[in-house]
């Protein structure tokens, strides 16, 4: 029996995926392990918040953009856009727009989007000009030299985001709609960079797990031959402690809907259509009638069993239903490959303000962080 196409694009998009995130994740965590110096306390989250951006211009749009000196500002300029939204529901007299445009925040807003619009129209020429190389090249019916030279480090990958948007003529999107996928797509990745900084922090203070998953990654860095994708999901103890670590800290601790229907609670109270609703993971996640013990942080709760029979929604960090999270998978297989790598390479302890779950100052304004940071210290391993 056959898979279905689409079946089968979807596993040769993850096939490549995989095979980017490996090489990316060691060498993070290779210049990790050389940059940081051992013992030092640093926040962990300004070193991943570049990485993941780096990542998403690579597979989503084919840019290779690690050596780029906008890296930086395409970072800020994504992560200040989430304050800036957080602090006008805050401040509500500078929703109106006039207002906001004249304030302080609406000119750095501005920069930023000067920022994001360069990078994303940058991207689209490159890709635009590798759209009519291919389409000339098809005509001609020669061999496409430059596609397949692998130091064509502008553009190099086939068959990303971009190259779907821009390619079928059909339901191609506007320029203009374009550029607001792009934005998206490289504001969201903060939340995997804030995750993967919980993850880093939490090894840290659960020594006995850390070393655990190590001893897994280990095991299997042993086994020779494995495709990276293969690899990956092997690493069942790895996506538990990312599992666990997303329960106690669902990034987005919000999300908000309108009703478009009246909604019957349990106790006959009606809420009216209209209405916006808003629900929180952060509190679901830590209901005891689903997670016994919740503040305790065990990896072990999503072992099948222990899944079993659980409520469908006991567990949303990427939300449920028709809006949920469309970069689930994507975040899932690079937050695996990056604690692999960096496990590979160094051990982590806890930093400044981190040296306990009880010191850790949870902030939870657009997503969750910790107050002075996601402070770790590393300790170079023999051997790697
Ligand atoms: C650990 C990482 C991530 C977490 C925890 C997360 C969580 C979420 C949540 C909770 C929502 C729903 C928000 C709401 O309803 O208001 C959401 C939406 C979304 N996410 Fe993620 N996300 C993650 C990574 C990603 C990545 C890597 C991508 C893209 C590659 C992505 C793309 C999106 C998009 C486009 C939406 C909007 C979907 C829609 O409105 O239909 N996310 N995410």
Known sequence: MH??????????????????????????????????????????????????????????????????????????????????????????????????????????SRHHEDVISKMTERVMEAKKAQLERRTEVAESGQQDNAENDEDDSVVREKYTFLDMALGDKAHALSDKEIIEEVRTLIAVQQTTASTLSFIMVMMALY??????????????????????????????????????????????????????????????????????????PYVVHRDPRHWPDPERFDPDRFLPDRCAGRHPYAYAPFSAGPRNCIGQRYAMLQMVAVVAAVLARVRVHPGEGCESRAALRVNADVFLTIEGGFNVRLEPLEGC
């Open 3 to 108: 898979a279905p196409d689409g079946v089968l694009a979807a596993r040769r998009v993850l096939d490549r995926y995989a095979g980017i995130f490996t090489r990316r994740a060691a060498a993070f965590a290779g210049q990790l392990r050389a940059e940081v110096p051992a013992g030092q306390s640093f926040n962990v989250m300004s070193k991943l918040g570049a990485f993941v951006v780096g990542s998403i211009m690579e597979t989503a749009f084919g840019v290779d953009a690690t050596a780029s000196e906008v890296l930086d500002q395409l970072v800020r300029a994504s992560e200040d856009a989430f304050f800036i939204v957080a602090y006008r529901v805050l401040h509500p007299w500078l929703l109106l727009d006039w207002l906001f445009r004249m304030s302080r925040l609406g000119r750095l």
């Open 207 to 280: 020594p006995e797990v850390q070393e655990s998953a190590r001893a897994e990654v280990r095991e299997l860095d042993a086994v020779q031959g494995l495709h990276p994708l293969e690899r990956l999901k092997r690493l069942k103890y790895v996506e538990r402690v990312i599992k666990e670590t997303l329960r106690l800290f669902p990034i987005t601790a919000i999300f908000a809907r309108k009703l478009k229907k009246p909604l019957h609670l349990p106790d006959q109270k009606t809420i009216p259509a209209g209405v916006m609703v808003a629900t929180s």
